[in-house]
């Protein structure tokens, strides 16, 4: 039952976001900065974000050079430097809105590893920065001279070197959208489940986590940010979820002899150094269809192979010890660009982040609270 109290003043805003990630606490910070008076509401069914804003790896990355070289199976030159650029600029917009202190920011370049079958990319290196080079102004691909410095496995027969990428900490990052949302006046409203959006009315049906019944919600406009999980939302979407696995070790004993962001196989696996452990993560190229899900859970199939490479390309010959595990749900489609459109007269939805939501979920949200100021 709600009381007179609750339903005059909680129910009606000029705007409300439906997922508290980084694109939908974006959303809601840069609306409320043009419309100072709105009132705004973001609506979480979790504590924390529920598909991948703080669960993912903490790369402050835009792509490796076999990622890109990949994309060019499936988009234009031009699309991939787009891409590139849109992923680059936002890294350097959060960077300057909330400095690196807040963002725990780590400029320690990104680095990919290349086993003999894909060194042949190295061959392509030239061509791809001369490509990039209007973005960045210098090349931003170099072969490391002594990879065996980094002590991998013999099977790593180059290191690639990216000077214009780096690491954060995600919760971080997260607590900084929050201070600023707080500051603005944005409310957040967790543990409450969106299950409809009227698309026309504005209006939004959501439950709580103790299954109280139906709360009817009444926006001006309705932003939807939920990536992975909008297909529940939006049916007619073409978005397919990718779960990612990552794995944080026990304590490293010993030096570990490189710091910095790393990718393998094509961007699909990635790891790191947090507070001297090592954090592995990726590989859903291993099993594409089962990780088209929204269900949390480990494969074990890819926790295998991510443990084989820790312990046989990583630090070969030391012992490793998995602390802790989790996964994080991201949203895929035909393309890797953002998808940012009006779904009807008073709704819009901003997702398809393709696993770079840090790069790129602040400018997402920027271009979102726009088009909904204009609808």
């Not at 973001?42 to 076999?66: D, I, M, Y």
């Not at 891409?83 to 807040?102: P, T």
């Not at 490293?252 to 961007?267: A, C, M, N, T, Y």
């Not at 190229?285 to 890819?302: A, H, V, Y």
Request: include cysteine; hydrophobic fraction near 40%.
């Amino acid at each position: 039952m709600l009381s007179y109290w609750e339903r005059k003043n909680f129910f009606s805003y000029n705007l409300i976001v439906v997922g508290s990630g980084f694109t939908g606490l974006s959303t809601a910070i840069n609306y409320k900065k043009k419309h100072p008076k709105s009132r705004v509401l973001v609506l979480e069914k979790g504590v924390f974000p529920t598909g991948a804003s703080t669960k993912n790896a903490g790369f402050a990355c835009f792509g490796s050079l076999t990622e890109i070289l990949d994309d060019f199976w499936k988009m234009t030159p031009e699309e991939v430097t787009t891409l590139v650029e849109m992923r680059y600029r936002g890294l350097c917009q959060i960077r300057q809105k909330f400095g690196d202190k807040a963002l725990r920011y780590q400029e320690s370049h990104g680095f990919e590893i290349l086993e003999e079958k894909n060194i042949t990319a190295v061959d392509q290196m030239a061509e791809v920065n001369r490509m990039l080079k209007k973005v960045f102004n210098k090349n931003v691909f170099s072969v490391v001279k002594k990879p065996e410095k980094f002590g991998f496995s013999p099977r790593v027969k180059m290191v690639v070197e990216n000077q214009f990428e780096g690491e954060l900490d995600p919760g971080a990052y997260l607590a900084a959208l929050w201070e600023e949302a707080s500051k603005l006046g944005v409310k957040i409203l967790t543990g409450v489940a969106v299950v409809e959006v009227q698309k026309d009315e504005g209006i939004v049906l959501a439950e709580s986590s103790n299954k109280e019944g139906l709360f009817e919600f009444v926006g001006g406009r309705v932003a939807v940010c939920t990536n992975a999980f909008t297909k529940k939302l939006w049916p007619e979407s073409e978005m397919e979820p990718g779960r990612g696995l990552i794995l944080l070790s026990k304590p490293i004993e010993g030096q570990v002899p490189w710091k910095g962001s790393f990718h393998l196989d094509r961007g699909y696996v990635y790891f790191r150094q947090i507070d001297g452990r090592l954090l592995l993560g990726g590989a859903r190229n291993k099993d594409f269809e089962k990780e088209k899900t929204l269900e949390f859970g480990t494969n074990p199939k890819i926790k295998s192979h991510l443990d084989s490479l820790a312990r046989e390309v990583i630090f070969p010959g030391r012992e490793i010890e998995w602390e802790t595990e989790w996964t994080g749900i991201m949203a895929f489609g035909p393309k890797k660009t953002p998808l940012i459109q009006p779904i009807g007269k008073k709704v819009a939805v901003a997702v398809r982040l393709g696993g770079m939501g840090v790069a790129i979920g602040w400018q997402v949200g920027k271009e979102l609270s726009r088009l909904l100021s204009k609808m």
